[in-house]
């Protein structure tokens, strides 16, 4: 029904940048409409709400962010390529993790931070950030 596959993972040094993209593809889905996210899951640790980004109206966007990213990490999408971004800025060591993109068919203006409201998730890419 819907794919979602990441990209641009890899092994940086701290204070180093990477982007993360996320294509998502399936003939019954309306991309523009469905709500995008970012979560993390480092080894023995639960996934963790990292960026959204939803519609607002018709050219306009909204971004929400994990308190421990905000500043440093951007989340973006591209319709015209079905595609969200997550540029990740000045990265630390407790960065590392596999990140997973997400989407959701119905977004509301609350739920974002929760696993539960999304409806489909890609493989993973790893992250990993040196000291």
């Known amino acids: 029904q819907v794919q979602l596959v990441e990209s641009g993972g890899g092994l940086v040094q701290a204070g180093g940048s990477l982007r993360l993209s996320c294509a998502a593809s399936g003939r019954t889905f309306s991309y523009s409409d469905m709500g995008m996210g970012w979560f993390r899951q480092a080894p023995g640790k639960e996934r963790e709400f990292v960026a959204a980004?939803?519609?607002?109206?018709?050219?306009?966007?909204?971004?929400y962010y994990a308190d421990s990213v905000k500043g440093r990490f951007t989340i973006s999408r591209d319709n015209a390529k079905n595609t969200v971004h997550l540029q990740m800025n000045s990265l630390k060591p407790e960065d590392t993790a596999v990140y997973y993109c997400a989407a959701r068919e119905v977004p509301g203006l609350t739920g974002w931070g929760m696993l539960s409201s999304y409806d489909y998730w890609g493989q993973g890419t790893q992250v990993t950030v040196s000291s």
């Open positions: 980004i939803r519609r607002s109206d018709s050219s306009t966007y909204y971004a």
